[in-house]
């Protein structure tokens, strides 16, 4: 069973469209997260949620919006598309707090606008 | 000063050496670290966690944390051609649990 899973693992694109990325987790943590992961291979942190809210933004663009239905899915959408957003895009989950910190990543969604 | 510094490499090793992985990091009140490693076209995988000064040994690695120096490294013995991957520190995001990460050093162990 894949722990934490992504669709799609590809999506190429052209600049200004919208398009979605959906996460779910088995792992029955708390916690989930989006990364960013460019082509200089800087992982960074998008954004992450606790139970289906909202705990962190890491001054992402308006144009991308996460949506958590529920805590084992966090899904993001991406308005308007630009060539700067091609990356690969992870989602992880944990289970938070002190020393249950460890991020388990799904296998990534290499996004391409062309 | 960037939160999390490591050298990008890439750090070339036989195999069978120590090949010794450096980060600092800028937040002085963080208490967790933690040591990724990402094979190309993969995604981050635990390695390695430590929450206190000193040296934590789990196998061929060893972690090795300075909170006054600001400083955390990793080493990994007896290097095999497997162990050729990018290795990622990653230190708590400012005032929070989760961890940040660096860019990361690419590591070659060649036969």
């Known amino acids: 069973d894949t722990a934490v899973s992504q669709t799609p693992k590809y999506l190429v694109t052209q600049m200004g469209n919208d398009k979605s990325i959906k996460c779910e987790q088995n792992?029955?943590?708390?916690?989930m997260y989006w990364y960013k992961q460019d082509s200089k291979k800087f992982l960074k942190i998008m954004f992450s949620?606790?139970?289906?809210?909202?705990?962190i933004n890491e001054t992402v663009p308006n144009r991308f919006s996460p949506k958590s239905p529920d805590k084992a899915h966090l899904n993001l959408h991406i308005n308007s598309l630009e060539l700067g957003d091609s990356a690969v895009y992870f989602c992880?989950?944990?289970?938070?707090?002190?020393?249950?910190?460890?991020?388990?990543f799904g296998p990534g969604t290499r996004l391409l606008v062309l | 000063q960037k939160e999390v510094e490591q050298n990008s490499g890439p750090l070339s090793v036989p195999e069978g050496a120590i090949a010794s992985l450096n980060c600092t990091y800028s937040?002085?009140?963080?208490?967790?670290f933690f040591w990724y490693r990402q094979y190309s076209g993969k995604s981050p995988e635990l390695i390695m966690s430590i929450y206190s000064n000193g040296d934590k040994e789990d196998g061929r690695f060893t972690a090795q944390l300075n909170k006054a120096s600001q400083y955390v490294s990793l080493l990994i013995r007896d290097s095999q051609p497997s162990d050729s991957a990018t290795y990622l520190c990653a230190p708590p995001l400012r005032g929070s649990y989760i961890p940040t990460f660096g860019r990361g050093t690419s590591l070659i162990v060649h036969p």
């Open positions: 992880a989950s944990s289970q938070g707090g002190p020393r249950q910190e460890t991020q388990y």
């Open positions: 792992l029955g943590h708390d916690t």
């Open positions: 949620y606790n139970n289906k809210e909202l705990i």
């Open positions: 937040d002085r009140v963080s208490q967790s």
